[in-house]
């Protein structure tokens, strides 16, 4: 799998956006970015993907530079629960065989109220 | 709806002892997976399931770790004569297919002592 950078930690307050970066500038033309996070004491969550148009859902948006060489997971507004530890990763979905996720050390994101 | 769930929550066990984990996938998830998760490290993949068969078992640290799976349901790990070493959180995850999104359980943490 292509790898993937991203910042060690990040701090908001809430209820303001957060923007998440994410590099990769090794990726390939069927790599999928995926985001995931995993707050405390909890099993990961999946937040959003997206191949090479900008994506939205009810957790997040997904911005993709037209390169494809970087991401940015954008949190609209901020609250305490977005508090986590967030992966972004590549997974290669034309293959049969990449269903194993595997983690960076993510963006830790503090929320201060 | 439901989520996927795991039981038991915690587990303290002695050296030596047998343990069980259940996982309890979303209901219509054919694709299965165990992963483990050290304190403070990423997720280390143990073994993927699709329907009942175990296509890949190749993350299984040792011959004392074995997991099978009921149709599309219900999976157990089972770890034989426990080890220190094989305390962390054994999380479960389920998505429709390999190639989708993974849902993940809240995870069993196992302390061998």
């Known amino acids: 799998d292509a790898k993937t950078t991203q910042p060690n930690s990040m701090e908001s307050n809430e209820e303001e956006p957060v923007h998440l970066p994410c590099n990769h500038s090794?990726?390939?033309?069927?790599?999928?970015i995926h985001w995931y996070r995993q707050l405390p004491s909890q099993g990961p969550e999946y937040v959003i993907h997206?191949?090479?148009s900008n994506v939205n859902n009810r957790m997040a948006s997904l911005a993709i530079a037209e390169d494809r060489k970087s991401s940015t997971l954008i949190l609209h507004r901020a609250t305490l629960r977005d508090a986590a530890v967030y992966y972004c990763?590549?997974?290669?979905?034309?293959?049969?065989?990449?269903?194993?996720?595997?983690f960076g050390k993510g963006t830790l994101l503090t929320v201060n109220p | 709806g439901a989520g996927v769930s795991q039981s038991p929550s915690n587990k303290v066990t002695e050296k030596g002892k047998d343990v069980e984990l259940r996982c309890d996938p979303i209901?219509?998830?054919?694709?299965l997976y165990w992963y483990r998760q050290r304190l403070g490290q990423g997720l280390e993949f143990l073994i993927y399931?699709?329907?009942?068969?175990?296509?890949?078992k190749s993350g299984l640290p040792s011959d004392r770790f074995s997991a099978e799976r009921t149709g599309e349901s219900v999976s157990t790990l089972t770890i034989q004569r426990t080890q220190q070493e094989d305390s962390a959180v054994y999380l479960c995850?389920?998505?429709?297919?390999?190639?989708?999104?993974?849902?993940f359980g809240p995870g069993t943490r196992l302390t061998v002592t």
């Open positions: 209901s219509g998830h054919t694709a």
């Open positions: 990763i590549l997974r290669d979905l034309s293959g049969g065989s990449n269903y194993k996720l595997t």
């Open positions: 399931f699709q329907g009942n068969s175990a296509p890949d």
């Open positions: 090794t990726i390939s033309g069927t790599d999928y």
């Open positions: 995850a389920s998505s429709l297919s390999f190639s989708g999104e993974q849902y």
């Open positions: 997206g191949l090479t």
